[in-house]
């Protein structure tokens, strides 16, 4: 019978370290015996053979083979060739237990075997505690994927890393379980095991306060000032919390020291910061801080300018000798890297040509302190576009994209035309505005020469507006389609049908809106470049509306009763030059016949009968957004423009005041009485006369990185050129809710209110005057091509008046909430907002509360 006459096994240790691994060996080696004998430690043994055997799934013989000991081999017991095959095995990091067991000892010959036991392999990870992005991090960044090997050091780093990283946004007190389960195969036989990780984040600690130590010239106040993502706990502040991580305290350090540099502190340093930890929920912060001397600006002389002048680069520069030093300022005089249209000195070479240049300020004397500045400026030579293309498009014809491009061969280069160009195509709506970039192919430095090319990825230029309201007492549906890349040239070619003709740049709207007494269809085409040379817009339109009397108590439609609105309209805009070219003017003219049938009601006082509306829009707008349309972070946009028509009562011969007269003195309680105001009515609104003024405008403003404040202010007119004739019952102004229910049935315009159900906040025949104040701050969750989503939060007031006597702009039905808004390039923009209405709705005596409003194809 074999028996085991003496063993040497090596526990699992750290594999960093070999010295370890040899004297923990010869530890274990120094002490073994053989019944009725002892191996000889100075005699070499030869192998007569080797086993394996423990739990491991490895072929016998390719562990034998990866050994490198065969039958014959001689060797010491313990010996250096035992140590390297121990070592060589622990470094595969595929074992927990490795063992050598000399089973037999007959002569100068011993049997060895060799025990190992395999380390687990990971079949599944399960993470609780934490969000789902965050899981995959974890996974991700400790290797923890299925088939690894699960070793003491894995659970050990995993562990680490996670405390570690929850340690650093601030979660002092996170607690970390690993624990594993056998995973089964079908026959109950254990194949891997399955990891649980349970995380408790706890509660993220706070800033209980900020000590600045060492600080003399700025006040600690000033110093805090500069800490944008720390701040100390402060029961007044409620838009930023006082909460501690490390990424913030690093960034903050670095604003702290731009805060010295801006006021002429340039050799500036932080000492030291110490972070106390008072309890669970609070920590203290120390800064130590040492502010060194105050300098001013000395001389500043330009070296090796040659296109411009030292008094035009200095009037750029905009910095004085006796200033105090801003070393911040004096960077961004010479490149403001965050914005493409500043003006400072590298945008003022580059945008006229020199690409290359290089400007670089050097400190050439401290006197006392006083510091002299050379401007250094390399000017190279001026480049030109040879070759400026676009790839990536395959739906959109060329012509459509180079007509929009403000970088062409033969021009001198401007960096403010190749921003411009990324504006112009991301406005075009037919391309990802997040993915536009220009690539730079060739610099040629000798030959002054540069190829550009821009590539663009196209998204989605269709879209399908499905949506449903109530409004005027009924369900009132929408369908709609938008073709904004459309082809008209080719619609009568059906191998252009893919499914449709498309990527001339032409927009093509079809609607219908409908409910049980109401009907609406419409159709609309815009061309953006009439005639393929100039931008030059034309656009045009048709309508049709059917309007049927609605009972609201009986709930019944009376069809014999109705009211048709048929219209069109033509319209042409010019991009403009100047003042700049973000300039559009515009004009149109539409009309629209209304003809009644047996429809009195309290808005038409003749109920049968007829109206035409003829009326010259003119329009200026201003639109110097950035290049992504849905999410702008920067610019502004205007529009002012004036509806009028024929001054009708100057150039007939109507008597209007003996009319309003004779109006004012019927007995509207005799059929007489009642029949006489109609036909005066009829007389009156035969041509319907006004004129309608209307302004908004809005400013997108990056309040930090993505998240943009955007401020927007409306107002809007109707007013009549003769008062004996007064304003007419059309084209009047609803303020309230979200527009959704609207239908255009007598020229009106809904203005959305949030917080208010619609239209609720003007009278029942609308309003001649409105305006509409509101602050919306926004931050994107995604702005990929499949969906772009924001979310918002908002304050706003608006009013409606009759008259100038009645208005007053600070006279508002205030809200406030929250939203959520989702553009999808097959669907437009969809949204929900949920606002608080602070103030009563007409004749109410309460605040209105809570609305939900659904957004659909619309914009606040």
């Known amino acids: 019978m074999e028996k085991r006459v003496s063993n040497f096994k090596i526990n699992p240790l750290s594999q960093t370290s070999k010295t370890l691994y040899c004297i923990f060996l010869f530890t274990i080696l120094s002490v073994f015996s053989v019944s009725a004998q002892v191996i000889d430690k100075n005699k070499r043994y030869a192998i007569n053979s080797i086993s394996v055997s423990g739990e491991q799934t490895f072929n016998e013989q390719?562990?034998?083979?990866?050994?490198?000991?065969?039958?014959?081999?001689?060797?010491?017991?313990?010996?250096?060739?035992?140590?390297?095959?121990?070592?060589?095995?622990?470094?595969?990091?595929?074992?927990?237990?490795?063992?050598?067991?000399?089973?037999?000892?007959?002569?100068?010959?011993?049997?060895?075997?060799?025990?190992?036991?395999?380390?687990?392999?990971?079949?599944?990870?399960?993470?609780?505690?934490?969000?789902?992005?965050?899981?995959?991090?974890?996974?991700?960044?400790?290797?923890?994927?299925?088939?690894?090997?699960?070793?003491?050091?894995?659970?050990?780093?995993?562990?680490?890393?996670?405390?570690?990283?929850?340690?650093?946004?601030?979660?002092?007190?996170?607690?970390?379980?690993?624990?594993?389960?056998?995973?089964?195969?079908?026959?109950?036989?254990?194949?891997?095991?399955?990891?649980?990780?349970?995380?408790?984040?706890?509660?993220?600690?706070?800033?209980?306060?900020?000590?600045?130590?060492?600080?003399?010239?700025?006040?600690?106040?000033?110093?805090?000032?500069?800490?944008?993502?720390?701040?100390?706990?402060?029961?007044?502040?409620?838009?930023?919390?006082?909460?501690?991580?490390?990424?913030?305290i690093v960034e903050d350090q670095a604003n702290i020291i731009k805060k010295y540099k801006t006021n002429g502190f340039r050799d500036a340093r932080i000492l030291s910061d110490t972070l106390i930890i008072k309890d669970d929920k609070n920590v203290e912060l120390a800064i130590e801080v040492e502010e060194g001397r105050k300098y001013y600006f000395g001389n500043i002389d330009f070296i090796g300018n040659s296109k411009y002048t030292d008094g035009q680069l200095r009037q750029i520069l905009g910095i004085q000798k006796g200033e105090v030093y801003n070393g911040t300022l004096l960077a961004e005089r010479i490149a403001d890297d965050s914005d493409p249209d500043a003006a400072d000195l590298t945008n003022l070479y580059q945008n006229n040509g020199y690409l290359a240049v290089q400007i670089s300020p050097v400190e050439v004397a401290v006197r006392q302190d006083t510091i002299d500045f050379e401007i250094r400026i390399i000017e190279r030579n001026e480049f030109y576009f040879d070759?400026?293309?676009?790839?990536?498009?395959?739906?959109?014809?060329?012509?459509?994209?180079?007509?929009?491009?403000?970088?062409?061969?033969?021009?001198?280069?401007?960096?403010?035309?190749?921003?411009?160009?990324?504006?112009?195509?991301?406005?075009?709506?037919?391309?990802?505005?997040?993915?536009?970039?220009?690539?730079?192919?060739?610099?040629?430095?000798?030959?002054?020469?540069?190829?550009?090319?821009?590539?663009?990825?196209?998204?989605?230029?269709?879209?399908?507006?499905?949506?449903?309201?109530?409004?005027?007492?009924?369900?009132?549906?929408?369908?709609?389609?938008?073709?904004?890349?459309?082809?008209?040239?080719?619609?009568?070619?059906?191998?252009?049908?893919?499914?449709?003709?498309?990527?001339?740049?032409?927009?093509?709207?079809?609607?219908?809106?409908?409910?049980?007494?109401?009907?609406?269809?419409?159709?609309?085409?815009?061309?953006?470049?009439?005639?393929?040379?100039?931008?030059?817009?034309?656009?045009?339109?048709?309508?049709?509306?059917?309007?049927?009397?609605?009972?609201?108590?009986?709930?019944?439609?009376?069809?014999?009763?109705?009211?048709?609105?048929?219209?069109?309209?033509?319209?042409?805009?010019?991009?403009?030059?100047?003042?700049?070219?973000?300039?559009?003017?515009?004009?149109?003219?539409?009309?629209?016949?209304?003809?009644?049938?047996?429809?009195?009601?309290?808005?038409?006082?003749?109920?049968?009968?007829?109206?035409?509306?003829?009326?010259?829009?003119?329009?200026?707008?201003?639109?110097?957004?950035?290049?992504?349309?849905?999410?702008?972070?920067?610019?502004?946009?205007?529009?002012?423009?004036?509806?009028?028509?024929?001054?009708?009562?100057?150039?007939?011969?109507?008597?209007?005041?003996?009319?309003?007269?004779?109006?004012?003195?019927?007995?509207?309680?005799?059929?007489?009485?009642?029949?006489?105001?109609?036909?005066?009515?009829?007389?009156?609104?035969?041509?319907?006369?006004?004129?309608?003024?209307?302004?908004?405008?809005?400013?997108?403003?990056?309040?930090y990185k993505d998240l943009v404040l955007r401020t927007n202010a409306e107002f809007g007119f109707l007013g009549a050129y003769n008062q004996d004739r007064g304003v007419p019952p059309f084209e009047r102004f609803f303020v309230g809710g979200d527009g959704l229910g609207a239908f255009s049935l007598d020229g009106r315009e809904v203005i959305q209110l949030r917080g208010y159900p619609n239209q609720s906040l003007s009278n029942n025949d609308g309003n001649t005057i409105y305006n509409k104040f509101s602050l919306e701050l926004r931050y994107p969750i995604t702005l990929k091509q499949l969906a772009s989503i924001y979310v918002l939060t908002f304050i706003e007031g608006g009013g409606a008046y009759n008259g100038f006597r009645d208005y007053n702009p600070f006279q508002l039905n205030r809200s406030a909430g929250a939203g959520i808004r989702i553009f999808m390039p097959a669907f437009g923009l969809l949204g929900i907002d949920f606002g608080y209405g602070f103030d009563p709705i007409l004749n109410g005596t309460e605040a209105n509360g809570w609305e939900t409003h659904f957004i659909i194809g619309q914009q606040f």
């Not at 622990?90 to 237990?97: A, G, R, T, V, Y």
């Not at 505690?129 to 995959?136: A, E, T, W, Y």
């Not at 340690?167 to 389960?181: C, D, L, Y």
């Not at 740049?505 to 393929?532: C, D, K, M, N």
Request: avoid cysteine; charged fraction near 25%.
């Open 387 to 703: 070759h400026v293309t676009v790839v990536g498009n395959s739906k959109t014809n060329d012509h459509v994209i180079y007509r929009e491009l403000r970088t062409r061969p033969g021009q001198k280069y401007s960096k403010r035309n190749v921003i411009r160009t990324l504006r112009e195509l991301g406005q075009l709506g037919y391309f990802d505005p997040e993915q536009l970039t220009p690539d730079f192919k060739k610099v040629d430095e000798t030959n002054g020469l540069v190829d550009l090319e821009y590539s663009v990825i196209e998204k989605g230029a269709s879209q399908i507006e499905l949506q449903g309201g109530y409004g005027g007492g009924g369900f009132v549906g929408t369908l709609g389609l938008s073709f904004n890349n459309f082809s008209l040239r080719n619609i009568f070619n059906k191998d252009a049908y893919k499914p449709l003709p498309m990527g001339d740049g032409q927009r093509l709207s079809l609607r219908a809106q409908a409910s049980s007494f109401y009907q609406t269809y419409s159709l609309s085409i815009v061309e953006p470049w009439l005639g393929g040379k100039k931008p030059i817009q034309f656009s045009t339109s048709f309508s049709h509306t059917v309007q049927y009397l609605f009972d609201f108590v009986n709930r019944d439609v009376d069809r014999t009763r109705r009211f048709l609105i048929t219209g069109g309209s033509v319209g042409i805009a010019k991009r403009l030059k100047w003042p700049d070219d973000y300039f559009q003017f515009s004009q149109a003219i539409s009309f629209q016949h209304f003809n009644l049938k047996n429809y009195n009601t309290g808005l038409f006082t003749f109920g049968d009968g007829f109206a035409n509306n003829l009326a010259y829009t003119i329009g200026l707008s201003r639109n110097s957004t950035s290049a992504n349309p849905i999410y702008p972070r920067s610019g502004s946009e205007f529009n002012v423009s004036a509806k009028l028509t024929l001054p009708y009562s100057a150039l007939g011969s109507t008597d209007y005041s003996a009319l309003a007269e004779e109006r004012s003195m019927l007995d509207l309680s005799t059929v007489d009485g009642t029949e006489r105001r109609a036909e005066i009515d009829q007389e009156r609104f035969k041509w319907l006369e006004y004129y309608k003024v209307k302004f908004q405008g809005q400013w997108f403003t990056s309040v």
């Open 62 to 248: 390719t562990v034998i083979a990866f050994t490198g000991l065969k039958e014959g081999d001689l060797i010491y017991i313990p010996g250096e060739k035992l140590s390297e095959v121990t070592k060589k095995l622990w470094e595969q990091n595929l074992f927990s237990d490795i063992a050598f067991y000399v089973t037999n000892v007959e002569g100068d010959r011993v049997d060895l075997e060799l025990y190992i036991v395999e380390l687990p392999k990971m079949y599944d990870v399960t993470i609780d505690g934490i969000r789902k992005g965050q899981k995959k991090d974890i996974i991700s960044d400790n290797g923890l994927k299925r088939g690894v090997k699960i070793t003491k050091n894995l659970v050990t780093t995993t562990k680490n890393y996670i405390a570690n990283k929850y340690r650093k946004e601030g979660f002092f007190n996170t607690e970390v379980i690993i624990s594993t389960k056998p995973h089964l195969d079908s026959t109950g036989k254990e194949i891997a095991k399955n990891m649980f990780i349970n995380i408790d984040k706890g509660e993220r600690v706070k800033v209980s306060s900020i000590d600045i130590v060492g600080n003399k010239e700025l006040s600690d106040k000033k110093v805090r000032s500069a800490m944008k993502n720390t701040k100390q706990k402060n029961p007044v502040r409620f838009w930023k919390r006082s909460k501690y991580t490390e990424d913030g």
